[in-house]
């Protein structure tokens, strides 16, 4: 690393179904074995969901420094978001836990719905996040209720207590932009995210719901930092009077850095090897 005084930067294509840890464990391997270094400092700078995919920045050695302030900068996102059911992640790593009616969800309903996201708001984060209620994870609560609601394993669930959500302190978020690239009234048809060749994490779930033909719309968003997107998924469920979660998310840029900047974890891997 004396060659890298303050470190190094490296934007990485997250795959499907890898957590981000996932993507730090393989490089750190890489990096230390590389260095000839034991004790290599490597992280990220800012967290991506399983089932998203897109660009996370690995920080290595002395730009681990650097993590935060890059936390702080706008994201953009490509949301892919269904419409008339809820599930208790918000996203389909957990099975439907509630149908609604469908009938007021057209594409310009969607988009007369988006404007009235653009700007400064409160968001409250999902259940399962990372946020601490009474200094207990979120996530905690939240697998016990699941645990509780879940009375057989089907693909349906019943009772998950979503108000359980609004323990969680609300924080103050900012959406620069949204706007609906898609609108598909009888949803997506079935399909299988590759993963880049790479095997996915088995420990991470994903639900198929493309049977029920929900209607779906990809809409590109920039925000702020601390913007969960799969909260902003809920909200606009409910303000067009109906369920919604997401069912596909990719980060398309981090600050500075686009997905067409990002190196797969294959090309980062050579990368570090040479």
């Known amino acids: 690393m004396d060659d890298y005084p303050e470190g190094i ?6 795959p499907y179904r890898w957590t981000s840890a996932d993507v730090i464990r393989k490089l750190k391997w890489a990096a230390c074995r590389h260095f000839g270094k034991k004790n290599l400092k490597v992280g990220h700078a800012g967290t991506l969901d399983p089932l998203a995919t897109g660009v996370i920045i690995v920080c290595i050695g002395k730009a681990t420094r650097l993590a935060e302030t890059i936390q ?4 953009e996102y490509l949301a892919g ?3 008339g059911a809820t599930t208790p992640s918000y996203d389909l790593e957990k099975a439907i836990d509630r149908m609604y009616p469908t009938d007021k969800v057209t594409e310009e309903a969607v988009r007369l719905a988006l404007k009235d996201f653009i700007g400064e708001q409160e968001q409250v984060a999902p259940l399962f ?4 209620v009474d200094g207990v994870r979120a996530y905690e609560l939240a697998r016990k209720q699941y645990r509780d609601a879940r009375k057989e394993k089907t693909d349906v ?3 998950f207590d979503h108000s359980v959500a609004e323990t969680l302190h609300h924080q103050i978020i900012t959406i620069h932009s949204a706007e609906l690239e898609c609108f598909l009234p009888e949803g997506l ?5 590759s993963p880049d060749g790479l095997r996915p994490n088995p420990r991470i779930n994903v639900v198929d719901t493309s049977d029920l033909h ?14 969960y997107v799969r909260a902003f998924a809920r909200d606009l469920g409910e303000a067009l009077g109906t369920g919604a979660h997401l069912d596909s998310l990719c980060r398309t840029r981090s600050g500075g ?3 067409e900047d990002a190196l797969t974890v294959p090309e980062a891997m050579e990368l570090l090897s040479n």
């Open 214 to 227: 929900l209607p779906h719309a990809d809409i590109r968003i920039t925000c702020s930092k601390g913007t």
């Open 157 to 159: 669930m019943e009772d």
């Open 72 to 75: 702080k900068e706008d994201k």
């Open 189 to 193: 048809p079935a399909q299988e995210i």
């Open 9 to 14: 930067l490296i934007p990485v294509s997250k």
């Open 81 to 83: 978001i269904s419409f």
């Open 257 to 259: 850095f686009r997905t």
């Open 129 to 132: 996040s990372a946020k601490s």
